[in-house]
């Protein structure tokens, strides 16, 4: 049931203008912050305050922006149908640094692109798919099983491979084959996944997948980011390739990888603080450790 009635969502978002749904969006994002949980908001706040050492007011600016942006992504989500019509979304999202990816699939080379919950995450994932760049998708399975079929089928709808977190081989497979490989970075990972890094410089463990595939697979790792633009669209930055060393210690060249795309995300971040998703707890596991 609940399958069909985000696709009934989708039908009536595709009746309306990108401007119209994401004013609704914004709406949507407002009311909604209303529910969070006041711990989590909190959270987010001191983090904020601590990363960028800004007043408690204009911490809680960025933590609801953060949070409102929410509702234009599931919006820009819903009209997938009608985003990819006439290369529409070719107007909507533009892109700097896309000659770094060209020239890997010119040459038939796979890669990871490492982003993050930054502004709307999904449409950067769409738009690169939409621009040539064969992308896969690493998505986290949804507990939820007809949102789960229901966004998967909307990805590839736009043109990505859909893979769930756990298909390592099928990752590797297809890098090889010269596919792209799309993993979202920077939420805090397992222990036995991450390394402690520095960022804002606050001891943090920090993913290790985009440099660890990277490696095995002598790929180059794209940083990418996507932020909003004055107009309402949105604007993609490709940075170039980092590519891993190939030492007789592996672990310190996936570390010194994993630092150089963490500095680039801290570098984002500052730039564009309302953009990216303050209301994850980033510094969960440092802290259970006693670290932080």
């Given at each position: 049931?609940?399958?069909?009635?985000m696709?009934?969502?989708?039908?009536?978002a595709?009746r309306?203008?990108?401007e119209?749904?994401?004013?609704f969006?914004?709406?949507?994002?407002?009311?909604t912050w209303i529910v969070?949980?006041?711990?989590?908001?909190?959270m987010?706040y001191?983090?904020?305050i601590?990363?960028?050492?800004?007043?408690?007011?204009?911490?809680?600016?960025?933590a609801?922006?953060?949070?409102?942006?929410?509702?234009?992504?599931?919006?820009?989500v819903?009209?997938?149908?009608?985003l990819?019509k006439?290369?529409?979304?070719?107007?909507?999202?533009?892109?700097d640094?896309?000659e770094?990816?060209?020239?890997?699939?010119?040459?038939?080379q796979?890669a990871?692109?490492?982003t993050?919950?930054?502004?709307s995450?999904?449409l950067m994932?769409?738009?690169?798919?939409q621009?040539g760049?064969?992308?896969v998708?690493v998505?986290k399975?949804?507990?939820?099983?007809?949102?789960?079929?229901f966004?998967?089928?909307?990805?590839t709808?736009?043109?990505?491979?859909?893979?769930?977190?756990n298909?390592?081989?099928e990752?590797?497979?297809?890098?090889k084959?010269?596919?792209?490989?799309?993993l979202?970075?920077?939420?805090?990972?397992?222990?036995?996944d991450?390394?402690?890094?520095?960022?804002f410089?606050?001891?943090t463990n920090?993913?290790?997948?985009?440099?660890s595939i990277?490696?095995?697979?002598?790929?180059?790792?794209?940083?990418?980011?996507?932020?909003?633009r004055?107009?309402?669209?949105?604007?993609i930055?490709?940075?170039?390739?980092?590519?891993?060393?190939?030492t007789?210690?592996?672990k310190?060249?996936i570390?010194?990888?994993?630092q150089?795309?963490a500095n680039?995300l801290?570098?984002?971040?500052?730039?564009h603080?309302e953009?990216?998703?303050?209301?994850?707890d980033?510094?969960?596991?440092?802290?259970?450790?006693g670290l932080?």
């Amino acid at each position: 049931m609940g399958y069909y009635l985000m696709k009934f969502f989708s039908w009536v978002a595709c009746r309306f203008s990108m401007e119209k749904c994401n004013s609704f969006g914004k709406v949507l994002g407002k009311l909604t912050w209303i529910v969070v949980p006041k711990k989590r908001k909190f959270m987010a706040y001191d983090n904020i305050i601590r990363c960028l050492g800004v007043d408690a007011g204009e911490a809680e600016r960025i933590a609801k922006a953060s949070w409102v942006q929410f509702g234009p992504m599931l919006m820009e989500v819903l009209r997938y149908p009608e985003l990819i019509k006439d290369d529409y979304i070719k107007k909507y999202v533009t892109i700097d640094g896309l000659e770094y990816l060209q020239e890997a699939i010119d040459n038939k080379q796979g890669a990871v692109i490492a982003t993050s919950h930054s502004d709307s995450w999904e449409l950067m994932g769409a738009a690169l798919a939409q621009y040539g760049v064969p992308l896969v998708g690493v998505a986290k399975k949804q507990k939820d099983s007809a949102m789960d079929r229901f966004i998967n089928e909307y990805r590839t709808l736009v043109g990505m491979h859909i893979t769930y977190t756990n298909g390592v081989r099928e990752m590797f497979k297809m890098i090889k084959e010269g596919w792209m490989i799309g993993l979202i970075t920077d939420q805090d990972p397992l222990w036995s996944d991450g390394v402690v890094l520095d960022f804002f410089n606050r001891k943090t463990n920090c993913f290790v997948g985009p440099a660890s595939i990277a490696r095995t697979q002598k790929a180059p790792i794209f940083h990418g980011q996507i932020v909003h633009r004055p107009d309402g669209g949105h604007h993609i930055t490709i940075y170039p390739p980092i590519f891993v060393d190939q030492t007789k210690d592996k672990k310190e060249d996936i570390k010194k990888a994993t630092q150089q795309i963490a500095n680039l995300l801290e570098n984002h971040i500052r730039t564009h603080p309302e953009d990216w998703f303050w209301l994850h707890d980033r510094w969960k596991s440092v802290r259970e450790k006693g670290l932080d």
